[in-house]
């Protein structure tokens, strides 16, 4: 069921173990409470977070943390069991149908593997948030995407490719151009560097980062590679067994206090936290 | 109770799985009905549904007809009626051959490939991004291929129905010694409107069978290449299935007294 009414108050005292820094203005996403469980897995157990407008927020976890179930709940992919997603104070838990849509005009999303359509010209995928959800001519579509493909230093050939014939960081590369087409509000990287080779997770870091500050956009991203983690965020908050244990600026993360987060960003497999390996 | 068990499980399984098709059935009807509509999209499933599908279901039909016209020889050729087959090709082929083997052909050809398109779409997160670009995957995916295969499949089975009277025509008067002009005079008599309508209501059931089949699984299909197989097998066997009951109550409906 969901619980929507269940909300804090901005000024309310934060759950223990949680340090939430005092809002400076209206979140730009404002997540209190947020709960999901897929059959008896408790994945998200009650997950409270603030993202500020034009910050670039990160969100580290290991493998299986919900780092991605929370992701698609604030995208309405998944529905949460109970909680609330506000974006700039609009309630979205619930929303459905042109409500929705009208959200998710605000977000764009850069997908672990790009998720680009393969039955379509790379153009068109760059384009697809403007001739579908805007209703944009298809000329005028193009020269944008050609835009924001050059944005992301592909040159207009790449345009007329399929997504078939891409290298995995050109692919990256397209979705981020698709991402970044209707020019959003905020903007959500999946594993941005996930399965690419060092030097090209770099070069896409960076080109996020330059994405990101020139759209003015708030980020919101999820990975487990620090030193992508490093180059792309403001802040950082880490999420273990289904909460939110440590929010707290990048430049200080090497002096959190935090045995997690110590033991997760200089990846010692000896700490609190004790990788679930069962026997078959 | 150690033996209820299972049953109570299997058949709540059952309860959530038809629940669940009718929801998805509902909704995908619902957006069929309202806009935005992708005009460009359905044009390309009619013809991936309509166009290539003609070779297939064209020689089945033939060698159907053709096959029939010689099996009906031999058995009433012993009482002497040869003179009903041209009645008995056109009758079996309007009304339940042509439907019911387009159909099946075009479940193995279409059903699977769409779910097998949907299904690859799910697991490489294609469908989470369509919805992230504000683009509705039931509308976008799911109702042209419902509303073309609503369309389609009566058109095919009107080629097919003639493709099949005319392959048993061919044998008719090549192998079995009819006169031409009285076999096409002997199957225009018997023919009747009713016969031909009951199969394309046929046909147009089966096509939006085999479409929802194929997009119902493919949508829900999970956990990589293994679930889009699993998704292609089911979305046929279970396209095949219903198409034959739907068959025989339809069947029923229309020449039922």
Known sequence: M?????????????????????????????????????????????VDLDIQPGESMLVIGGSGSGKSVLLKCILGLLHPDGGSIKVDGEEVVGLYGSDLDRVRRKFGMLFQNAALFDSLPVWENVAFGLIQGQRMDRGKAREIALEKLAAVGLGPDVGDLTPAELSGGMRKRVGLARAIATEPEIIFFDEPTTGLDPIMGDVIDRLI??????????????????????????????????????????????????PYVDQFINGRAEGPIQMQVRDL | MPILQPIGRTFLIFLEATGRLSLFTLLSLSHCLRPPFYPRLIVRQMI???????????????????????????????????????????????????????????????????????????????????????????????????????TMLPLLVLVADIIGVFGGYIVSTQKLGFNPATYLKNTWDFIEVQDVVSGLVKAGVFGFLVTLMGCYH??????????????????????????????YFITELFFAR
């Open chain 2, 218 to 247: 493919g949508y829900n299909s999970r956990g990589g290449a293994q679930g889009v197989g699993a998704a292609t097998t089911n979305a046929v066997v279970s396209a095949s299935i219903l198409i034959l009951s739907f068959n």
């Open chain 2, 48 to 150: 991936e549904i309509g166009y290539y599908s003609l070779p297939v279901v064209g020689l089945t039909a033939i060698f159907t007809g053709m096959v029939l016209a010689l099996q009906s020889y031999t058995g009433f050729a012993r009482f002497s009626a040869e003179s009903a087959i041209p009645n008995v090709v056109v009758v079996s082929i309007t009304r339940e051959l042509g439907p019911v083997l387009a159909g099946l052909m075009v479940a193995g050809r279409v059903g699977a490939s769409m779910a097998a398109e949907i299904g690859t779409m799910r697991v490489t997160e294609q469908v989470d991004a369509l919805d992230t670009l504000a683009t509705n995957p039931f509308k976008y995916l799911i109702a042209p291929r419902l509303i073309a295969g609503l």
């Open chain 1, 209 to 258: 980062v330059d994405c990101v500050k020139g759209l003015g956009a708030t980020a919101l991203s999820i990975t487990h590679d620090m030193a992508s983690a490093r180059r792309i965020s403001d802040r950082i908050a880490m999420l273990y067994k289904g909460k939110i244990i440590w929010v707290g600026e990048t430049k200080g993360i090497d002096h959190s206090d935090n």
């Open chain 1, 2 to 46: 969901n619980d929507s009414s269940h909300t804090y108050d901005a000024s309310e005292k934060a759950p223990a173990g949680v340090r939430l820094e005092e809002p400076k203005s209206t979140p730009k996403i404002a997540i209190r409470g947020l709960t999901k469980v897929f059959g008896d897995k408790v994945v998200l157990d009650g």
